[in-house]
C-alpha cells in the first residue's frame, strides 16, 4: 500500500482472469480516492494490471517517490524472482527506469524470492527487502538497493544485495522497512520464533546494530 497526500491509497498485489485451459495472474495496483471511489486518473478507471510474460507475477509492496513516481517490489515466474517497477503518477510505466520501466533482478545461488515492503530513500534509491531461498542456507534475510534508473547499486552490500543468515537451524526475513533521519535503514526482522529490528548502515549495506531477543 501506498499513501498519496490527498489521502489516496494504492493498493497492491495480483489479480488476472481464469477460463478453461488458461490461468494467469498478473501485477495488479488500485488506486482509490479518500472517499474509498477508484481514481479514474490512475490506470483504467483506477485499475491498473502490468504483464510479465509469466503465468504468475505478484506485487507485494509499493512507495510513493517524492515526485509523484511509484515504486513497487514484486515477483515473476514460479521461481518468484524478484521484479521492481516505476510508474508515472498516472500509471504509465516509467521508461527512464530498468527496461521500459522494470527491472529484473538476477540474483545467483537463490532458488526463490520473497519482497515483502518498499522503500525510497531521500536521494533517490530503492530499497526492497524480504527473503531469498537458497539450497544452502534455507530463507535468509534480503535487502537490495537499485540506482534510480533500476540498476543494482554497487555502493551497496555486494554488487546491491545484502544476504544475512541468522539463525542455521530456522527461517530468517525482513517484514518491514523504514527509513531513520539520519539515512539508516531500520528494518523489522524475524529470525525462526524471534522478531526484532535490525539497523542498516547506507553504505556498505550491512547491519550495524541488530536486536534479537531469544535469537
Known amino acids: 500500500l501506498a499513501r498519496e497526500p490527498d489521502g ?17 495472474q498478473d501485477i495488479l495496483l488500485v488506486r482509490l480516492r479518500p472517499d474509498g471511489r477508484f481514481d479514474p486518473s490512475f490506470g483504467v478507471e483506477g485499475v ?4 510479465l510474460g509469466t503465468i504468475l507475477e505478484s506485487g507485494s509492496a509499493g512507495a510513493r517517490q517524492q515526485d ?32 521500459s520501466g522494470v527491472a529484473i533482478l538476477e540474483l545467483p545461488d537463490v532458488v526463490w524470492e520473497y519482497p ?9 534509491p530503492m530499497v526492497v527487502a524480504g527473503s531469498s531461498y537458497s ?16 540498476q543494482p547499486d554497487s555502493r551497496f552490500g555486494d554488487q546491491g544485495r545484502t544476504v544475512v543468515n541468522l539463525d542455521p537451524n530456522g527461517d530468517d526475513s525482513v517484514r518491514a522497512l523504514a527509513m531513520h533521519p539520519d539515512g539508516a535503514i531500520v528494518a523489522a526482522i524475524q ?10 548502515l547506507n553504505d556498505p549495506g550491512y547491519p550495524s546494530h541488530l536486536w534479537l531477543p531469544a535469537l
Open 8 to 24: 489516496s491509497v494504492t493498493l497492491v498485489g495480483q489479480g488476472g482472469l481464469s477460463d478453461p485451459g488458461h490461468f494467469a
Open 48 to 51: 491498473l494490471q502490468t504483464d
Open 68 to 99: 509523484g513516481k511509484l515504486v513497487v517490489g514484486g515477483t515473476r515466474g514460479l521461481d518468484r524472482q524478484i521484479v521492481a517497477l516505476r510508474y508515472e503518477p498516472d500509471g504509465r510505466l516509467d521508461t527512464e527506469f530498468g527496461t
Open 116 to 124: 515483502l515492503d518498499v522503500v525510497v530513500q531521500a536521494n533517490g
Open 135 to 150: 539450497t544452502t542456507t534455507q530463507w535468509d534475510m534480503l535487502v537490495l538497493r537499485l540506482t534510480p534508473d533500476g
Open 191 to 200: 529470525s525462526h520464533w524471534s522478531h526484532g529490528v535490525a539497523r542498516m
